[in-house]
């Protein structure tokens, strides 16, 4: 079992710093979209959505 996790030692830490960083970037999407956040760039020329994430 070591020797198969000394073997694999790059793998697991380079998948473990990326789920890492996916976890946050998630929660920071929770978190701003709770806080009435938005990433909407107030375009709405040109969005599929147009008038129905901002009054008119």
């Known amino acids: 079992m070591f020797a198969w996790l000394a073997a694999n030692g ?3 830490l ?3 710093i990326l789920i890492a ?3 946050l ?3 920071k999407m929770r978190k ?3 806080q009435g956040k ?3 760039g107030g375009n709405c020329a040109h969005c599929a959505m147009c008038g129905s994430c901002h009054s008119k």
């Open 14 to 16: 380079v998948s473990a």
């Open 10 to 12: 790059g793998t697991i």
């Open 25 to 27: 970037v998630v929660i």
């Open 21 to 23: 960083v996916v976890s």
């Open 38 to 40: 938005s990433t909407c």
């Open 32 to 34: 701003d979209k709770k």
